[in-house]
Structure formats: structure tokens, C-alpha cells
């Protein structure tokens, strides 16, 4: 059935299977997180929404799409943390993107200074020099990634620079070019 989200919003017997909305631009596949009551709630990225949630409240939301997306590569780990390893023939330097941790060294040519934590170590020794330097330093995540509740492989989600999320009403007030006229859903009785 397709149901207003007027009518979802108020009512809250059913249970949200389905993951089809409509928007005046036609129909649009999104994943589906329902909680079973609450408000709702869609969350997407530059593109567009790509999740439709049903939660108590925003932080919940939130938390739940973060378990939903997947964790990163473990040899994205550095990244996450402000770290890069770089690669110049067989040797690897582990560098950091911090002003407090290394010591800025052309690697390189002359042109080109890096913070260097480590250096001369094969791929594995600068993972692990990673790990070590993360642990020493007590170095959280950057700007764009979120750890996950449930911390499937990693862990750790890039949430990217454009993530949103925003209640049904708010996001069709905020884009009113591009408003999700109704939820298709399966009532699950």
C-alpha cells in the first residue's frame, strides 16, 4: 500500500518492510531500519536518501544507521586516524596528518615534507606502527568517521562530508523541489 507521511507519522501499528519512496522525481529504492514505533526519519548522503528509519528519537536514528553501513578496509585503519603510509619503492613510512606526532622529513624529492612517525618498515610493520601510534597517542577518529554500536569487521564507518539525516517532515519542508510524497510499506498485520 502507499501510505501519506501524514498518515505514517501518526500512526504507529505497522511496520515499515519495505524500502520503495516516492518522491516527485519517481520512485527511489532506499534501505529500511524500523524500530518498531517512533518517528521518522531519513538519512542520505550527497545523492540523495538512501535510508529511511523508524526510531524513538534522532540520536537513535542516527546510531542505528551507522550499524547499517559498512566499516571500512582494515588498511583504511590510518586514514581514519589522521595517518597515511607512504609508499616509496619497497620501503614504507608511516606520516601523520597531526602537527604534535612526527618529525617533518622530505621523504620524497625536496619538494615535498611529510610527518614522519616511522620509516623504513615493510606493510605489516607500518600497520602496526599505526596501531602503536593510535594507542600512544590517544588519537580519536577524524571528522567524517563514526564507530560503530555493534562493531562489525573494523568497526568504523566514513561517514563522508555530506551525511544527513533529518525527520520526514523537517527533510520535505527543507527540500520542498524534491518532497517524498509517500512510503510504500507491507503491513505486516
Not at 531500519?33 to 518517528?39: C, R, S
Not at 605489516?124 to 569487521?153: F, I, K, P, W
Amino acid at each position: 500500500m502507499f501510505t501519506t507521511h501524514e498518515s505514517v507519522a501518526n500512526d504507529q501499528s505497522w511496520w515499515l518492510t519495505a524500502g520503495i519512496i516516492k518522491t516527485n522525481l519517481g520512485p527511489r529504492n532506499v534501505r529500511v531500519e524500523d524500530d518498531g514505533w517512533g518517528n521518522l526519519y531519513v538519512a542520505g548522503h550527497a545523492f540523495g536518501p538512501t535510508h529511511l528509519l523508524r526510531h524513538r528519537s534522532l540520536d537513535a536514528a542516527w546510531e542505528a544507521w551507522v550499524d547499517l553501513l559498512p566499516t571500512i578496509e582494515t588498511d583504511d585503519l590510518p586514514e581514519a586516524f589522521g595517518l597515511y603510509i607512504m609508499h616509496h619503492g619497497s620501503q614504507h613510512y608511516l606520516c601523520s596528518d597531526h602537527e604534535h606526532i612526527g618529525i617533518l622529513t622530505h621523504v620524497v624529492g625536496p619538494r615535498v615534507a611529510h610527518r614522519v612517525v616511522s620509516s623504513h618498515l615493510s606493510h605489516e610493520e607500518a600497520m602496526d606502527a599505526c596501531y602503536e601510534c593510535v594507542r600512544e597517542h590517544e588519537l580519536g577518529l577524524c571528522e567524517g568517521y563514526e564507530l560503530q554500536s555493534n562493531a562489525t569487521g573494523t568497526g568504523i564507518v566514513d561517514m563522508g562530508p555530506y551525511a544527513w539525516m533529518n525527520s520526514l517532515a523537517d527533510y520535505n519542508l527543507m527540500y520542498p523541489e524534491r518532497p517524498i510524497v509517500s512510503v510504500f510499506s507491507v503491513d505486516a498485520g
